[in-house]
């Protein structure tokens, strides 16, 4: 069933935080000092970070979500960010001090990392709910589509995979879940022409998956040009789907330089 906008994504990410709050108001204890890199992490910080969650300040918080897990016990690294979750979420969260690209940190949660997948199911359920109104979020803010791209491929390295997330946004309902869904048609579209990685730094990405996943939403997309008829990303993204489904190369040009999609010399 479509993950509809009422609520909206933003009254979407008060309810995630208020389960996470509940979930994790008895975070697991540590059996011991926090060990970890006294070079990058001194330590005072050790000693605060395995104190009062609610105590870390806050540029120790983005410093131990920005750390590589290598730095830290690989035993404690999972508690520490299951101890730390609440307030990691807001710092990812609109207004939050990472909000501009909390992709890298999410992927700390992943299998190399904290293990997600392994917490108990509460924990991760809340995690992913925080992680779909993030995503709800991104989708409608107007950000660029490349920002959303970044968000979705933190979340599927904390989640070991790409398709659930997918799904989500293809349910996400509502006029601007609609315009934020072709601005990111068009940039996977013609990524996929002009043979680009699809994804910055996650090499598990399948451009296959995303291929299939566009030629789903064609419709959505269709109805969105016919209903925004002046609209020239939805024209391009139905264009570009259109050469990609039938094997076609791109009709424009490489963008370099260029801000504006260009027909190429001879391009009907």
Not at 183 to 209: C, I, N, S
Request: charged share 20%.
């Amino acid at each position: 069933m479509p993950d509809l906008l009422d609520p909206d994504p933003y009254t979407m990410w008060r309810h995630a935080l208020a389960g996470a709050d509940r979930v994790f108001a008895s975070p697991p204890a540590l059996d011991r000092p926090v060990d970890g890199c006294t070079y990058c992490t001194p330590e005072p910080e050790l000693r605060l970070l395995g104190g009062d969650p609610a105590a870390v300040p806050e540029d120790l918080l983005g410093h131990f979500m920005r750390e590589v897990a290598g730095h830290w016990e690989t035993d404690q690294y999972s508690v520490l960010w299951r101890r730390l979750m609440p307030r990691a979420l807001r710092h990812w969260g609109p207004k939050g001090e990472g909000a501009a690209d909390p992709s890298e940190q999410l992927a700390h949660l992943g299998p190399h990392g904290a293990r997600l997948m392994d917490w108990p199911a509460p924990e991760r359920a809340a995690v992913e709910q925080a992680s779909r109104a993030l995503l709800a979020i991104a989708l409608v803010d107007g950000r660029p589509p490349a920002d959303t791209i970044e968000l979705l491929q933190g979340i599927a390295e904390a989640t070991g995979g790409m398709e659930p997330w997918l799904r989500h946004i293809a349910g996400l309902a509502g006029p601007e879940a609609d315009a934020g869904l072709v601005r990111l048609a068009l940039d996977w579209a013609t990524g996929l022409l002009w043979k680009e990685h699809l994804f910055a730094w996650w090499y598990d990405g399948d451009p296959q998956q995303i291929a299939t996943w566009l030629t789903t939403q064609r419709a959505r997309i269709a109805a969105f040009a016919t209903r925004h008829p002046r609209c020239k990303t939805a024209a391009d993204a139905l264009i570009a789907i259109d050469h990609f489904e039938a094997g076609d190369h791109s009709p424009w040009l490489y963008p370099a330089a260029n801000k504006f999609l260009t027909p190429a010399p001879g391009a009907d």
